[in-house]
């Protein structure tokens, strides 16, 4: 029985995690590269890139990806119209703020850029202003990510 359950239980995980658009921050990743990668991905499925800049330091991050991870319409619309990039850092902006440079400044974190195929920055954007009480308000996230969808 406790097999069973093990399995199962092994198979749900793997299956929720093919579900979820928006990765972890990878505290060792290389954004050039990466934004280098997300715009031939963007050019070749006609997609926008999504840079989100937080890290695991970041509570309002993990519920950010956490909300829009588990919610299958959002879910949906990250997966069908955007490259999501991550990119990590601490608060003073180390150790990725030589990239960051050619953005905006966040206020607060999670930030997210919303950039064209080709790299070029079409908003910047505050996300407390898709906050609701402890957590994001389903319909302005929405709201937000049908802003840049392939099919308004």
Same mark, same amino acid.
């Given at each position: 029985?406790?097999?069973? =359950?093990?399995?199962? *239980?092994?198979? =749900?995980?793997? %299956? =929720? *995690? +093919?579900?979820?658009?928006?990765?972890? *921050? @990878?505290?060792?990743?290389?954004?050039?590269?990466? #934004? /280098?990668?997300?715009?031939?991905? +963007?050019?070749? &499925?006609?997609?926008? !890139? /999504?840079?989100? $800049?937080?890290?695991?330091w970041c509570d309002w991050c993990d519920r950010f990806d956490n909300?829009?991870?588990? @919610?299958?319409?959002?879910?949906? #619309? $990250?997966? @069908?119209?955007?490259?999501? /990039?991550?990119?990590?850092? @601490?608060?003073?902006?180390?150790?990725?703020?030589?990239?960051?440079?050619?953005?905006? !400044?966040?206020? +607060?974190?999670?930030? !997210?850029?919303? =950039?064209?195929?080709?790299? &070029?920055?079409?908003?910047?954007?505050?996300?407390? &202003?898709? &906050? /609701?009480?402890?957590?994001?308000?389903?319909?302005? $996230?929405?709201? %937000?990510?049908?802003?840049?969808?392939?099919?308004?």
């Open positions: 029985m406790f097999k069973k =359950l093990a399995i199962s *239980t092994f198979f =749900l995980f793997l %299956f =929720l *995690t +093919a579900l979820c658009q928006i990765p972890k *921050t @990878d505290k060792n990743g290389d954004p050039v590269k990466d #934004l /280098m990668k997300a715009k031939e991905s +963007a050019q070749k &499925e006609n997609k926008k !890139i /999504m840079v989100i $800049v937080g890290g695991d909300f829009v991870n588990s @919610d299958k319409d959002l879910s949906s #619309l $990250v997966k @069908d119209n955007f490259i999501v /990039m991550k990119v990590y850092s @601490d608060k003073d902006l180390s150790p990725n703020s030589l990239f960051l440079l050619k953005f905006p !400044i966040p206020p +607060a974190f999670p930030h !997210i850029y919303i =950039l064209n195929s080709k790299g &070029e920055l079409l908003e910047s954007k505050k996300t407390e &202003e898709l &906050e /609701m009480g402890e957590s994001y308000d389903k319909a302005k $996230v929405k709201e %937000f990510f049908l802003k840049y969808s392939k099919s308004k």
